[in-house]
Nanobody
């Protein structure tokens, strides 16, 4: 079993930075692929980024070059560093985990096993 709790959301001006954190419970955290999704007002939840147990990363085109995902297995945490934020980044951000050891259907919501409750990020212009 894995429980995920996000933190770090808030209000920031366009061009600014924000760092989200996801705390995970469970002894097998280090073996999971971790990811972040987001859902803007009136929109569907979409894939943002993911990191494997070995540290390989993958980013959606919309955030590549601006966002950085990382993990600290010793602390059972995964982080999302968001730089050069835009108003279009405004959304509820969700932390997720899955046991697959591949990139197979990485952006499909149904392929992820565990979800956090989300944290709000608002970027003002």
């Amino acid at each position: 079993q894995v429980q995920l709790v996000e933190s770090g959301g808030g209000l920031v001006q366009a061009g600014g930075s924000l760092r989200l954190s996801c705390a995970a419970s469970g002894r097998t955290f280090s073996s999971y692929t971790m990811g972040w999704f987001r859902q803007a007002p009136g929109k569907e939840r979409v894939f943002v980024t993911a990191i494997t147990s070995g540290g390989n990363t993958y980013y959606a085109d919309s955030v590549k070059g601006r966002f950085t995902i990382s993990r600290d297995n010793a602390k059972n945490t995964v982080s999302l560093q968001m730089d050069s934020l835009k108003p279009e980044d405004t959304a509820v951000y969700y932390c997720a985990a899955r046991g697959r050891n591949s990139w197979y259907r990485i952006s499909y919501l149904s392929e992820w096993d565990y979800w956090g409750q989300g944290t709000q990020v608002t970027v003002s212009s």
